[in-house]
Structures are given as structure tokens and as C-alpha cells.
């Protein structure tokens, strides 16, 4: 069982920058691929980012290459999501998953899920 806790969510300005962070309990997060999704209001969850068991692999969605970085630290159970150049289109609820079974960028085979962090981007 993996349990996990996003943070860092809040409001800032287009252009500017975030980190996300996400604290998983249990002592298999290393055993998990880690992925990042977001879901704006009346739209569906979408992939945005995914990282290997041992954070060598990194894929990025199209419209976020080039601006956000995934990572973890496997000593901390914690994987992270540096945000940078906000753009308007950007603003959602970030969620980070788990998956046991690797890396992968349909949310609906990722096995554990946190309840969310609020990004929201001012003009």
C-alpha cells in the first residue's frame, strides 16, 4: 500500500515557477513508477509527466516538454515536479500516482493516487 500527500500547489504568475512535491508512505516507493497528471474543471485527467523506478526514465507530455522537470529522491520517498514558464493553460489540480507495475501515461493503470494540489496562474 502506498499512500501519497502533494504540496506546493498555490498561485503564481504566468511566466513564473513552482515546485511540486509528493510524499508517499510505505517503504515500496521505490518499487513504484511515479507519474504526475492534472485535471482542469470540466475536463479529463491528463498525462504530464512519468518517472522510472530508479528515476532514470523520464517521459513528458507535448505541451510541457521543455518546462517542467520530473525527479525523485527513492532516500526520501519523494518524487517532485519543477514547474517552469507558467502558462495560462497550465492551471489545474496536479495529481501524482503510483504504479507498481512501471512506467506508463494512462491514468487509469496507475494504482494509488494523492488527493491533489490546486495550481492556479494569474495574469
Known amino acids: 500500500q502506498v499512500q501519497l500527500v502533494e504540496s506546493g500547489g498555490g498561485l503564481v504568475q504566468a511566466g513564473g515557477s513552482l515546485r511540486l512535491s509528493c510524499a508517499a508512505s510505505g517503504r515500496t516507493f521505490s518499487e513504484n513508477a511515479m507519474g504526475w497528471f492534472r485535471q482542469a474543471p470540466g475536463k479529463e485527467r491528463d498525462f504530464v509527466s512519468v518517472?522510472?523506478?530508479?528515476?532514470?526514465?523520464?517521459q513528458y507530455a507535448d505541451s510541457v516538454k521543455g518546462r517542467f522537470t520530473i525527479s525523485r529522491d527513492n532516500t526520501k520517498n519523494t518524487v517532485y515536479l519543477q514547474i517552469n514558464s507558467l502558462k495560462p493553460e497550465d492551471p489545474a489540480v496536479y495529481y501524482c500516482?503510483?504504479?507498481?507495475?512501471?512506467?506508463?501515461?494512462?491514468?487509469?493503470?496507475?494504482?494509488?493516487w494523492g488527493q491533489g494540489t490546486q495550481v492556479t496562474v494569474s495574469s
Open positions: 518517472i522510472s523506478r530508479g528515476g532514470t526514465i523520464r
Open positions: 500516482a503510483a504504479r507498481r507495475s512501471g512506467r506508463s501515461t494512462v491514468f487509469d493503470e496507475y494504482d494509488y
